[in-house]
């Protein structure tokens, strides 16, 4: 499995370092995707503010991708007795707990971009739509024994063993 995080106490799981490439990736397609239309759109108008803004985007993309690493690494979960801890974010910080007997659905995923790299989405779903969870850039190993370690105690859980 991945390495411990120490905070508050609790030996959070930390995702896959590798991970960080499929986010900046990620990133960088979308901005060309954004910025390229609007770099083309400034050239065609020749305005000051045109151009602004696009710069604007640029550096809003640029300090995201610059922050990706630290976000990464911010993104942990832990199994506990009777539920599964999941955190994620710097500065706006979430913490979600998530009882094994309310799991409904553990699925995998897998992008293109991460299953080159060997990594793994794993999804589950309540009955609560706002508390599905997605924990991305596990490693394909670590993510199916999560999965499977996950419905056996959301079914042990359900049955009341």
């Given at each position: 499995m991945t390495e411990p995080l120490e905070i508050a106490g609790i030996d959070w799981r930390?995702?896959?370092?590798?991970?960080v490439v499929v986010d900046v990736i990620g990133y960088i397609i979308f901005a060309v995707i954004v910025l390229a239309p609007?770099?083309?759109?400034a050239w065609l108008i020749n305005q000051t503010w045109a151009w602004a803004a696009v710069i604007a985007l640029g550096v809003i993309f640029l300090l995201t991708i610059v922050l990706t690493p630290r976000r990464v690494r911010s993104i942990g979960y832990q199994l506990r007795e009777d539920d599964l801890l999941f955190r994620r974010g710097i500065m706006f910080q979430r913490i979600v707990a998530v009882p094994f007997g309310r799991m409904q659905l553990v699925d995998i995923n897998r992008g293109p971009i991460a299953r080159a790299l060997g990594l793994s989405e794993l999804k589950f779903v309540t009955a609560a739509a706002a508390s599905g969870v997605t924990i991305p850039g596990l490693?394909?190993?670590d993510a199916e024994e999560l999965r499977d370690t996950l419905v056996a105690l959301a079914e042990s859980r359900r049955a009341g063993l």
């Open positions: 930390r995702v896959s370092p590798k991970y609007a770099a083309f759109v490693a394909e190993q």
